[in-house]
């Protein structure tokens, strides 16, 4: 199996270069990563849980792709998962894992797709970061949530390397518009010698 794909993610420089990019992957993508261990999405899930373990509160899985966050956030205990994603062939992928309440996709252009204050809890498990999602998505979730909200996220090694991404969230701690509660570095793909940090930040 090649990990072209995986690979190539970092390299990607544009919205619809990285939509075209994850239709392309959306079938072997599950494989991909988890031939290289991907261990992210059970770490974040982990994290929130031990700040929110509450089975009934709904949570919104920001890029959920085929749905193997979903599936880390299930496994934990949280029970009422929503799932958005702008890729539909990933979409199915998570559709067929039967966890989810609802799944929709959105326009990856559109810098506002959630309806702000909907979610006690958001996560974006392996979204933001180079290749992903821009540094202003972290934001936009921020915004999206209640006072008291959480989200958990992630950053790997690559997106440590970037200061436009880490500069976001050290300008909401610095500001006290958010409080960090976890945060913890540790195994992204160890397949590639590869690592993250896992937070989960509160808004203030």
Request: proline letters at 7%; charged letters at 20%.
């Amino acid at each position: 199996m090649s990990d072209k794909f995986l690979k190539d993610t970092y390299d990607l420089e544009t919205p619809q270069d990285t939509r075209a990019h994850y239709q392309k992957w959306a079938s072997s993508y599950d494989a991909e990563v988890g031939a290289n261990g991907y261990a992210t999405p059970g770490r974040v899930a982990e994290a929130l849980w031990s700040k929110l373990p509450e089975p009934q509160t709904p949570i919104l899985d920001y890029g959920c792709g085929t749905g193997l966050s979903g599936e880390a956030l299930h496994t934990v205990g949280f029970q009422i998962i929503d799932g958005v994603d702008p890729t539909p062939l990933m979409l199915e992928g998570a559709k067929a894992k039967g966890i989810y309440r609802t799944l929709s996709t959105f326009e990856i252009t559109d810098p506002n797709p959630l309806k702000k204050g909907a979610y006690k809890a958001i996560t974006a498990i392996g979204v933001i970061g180079t290749g992903a999602a821009p540094p202003q998505v972290f934001d936009m979730l921020m915004h999206a949530l209640p006072r008291g909200g959480m989200l958990g996220f992630s950053f790997n090694d690559h997106t440590l390397d970037d200061v436009s991404y880490t500069s976001r969230l050290n300008d909401w701690l610095d500001m006290g518009a958010a409080r960090l509660l976890f945060r913890e570095h540790g195994p992204h793909l160890p397949g590639m010698d590869l690592k993250s940090d896992v937070y989960i930040v509160e808004k203030a």
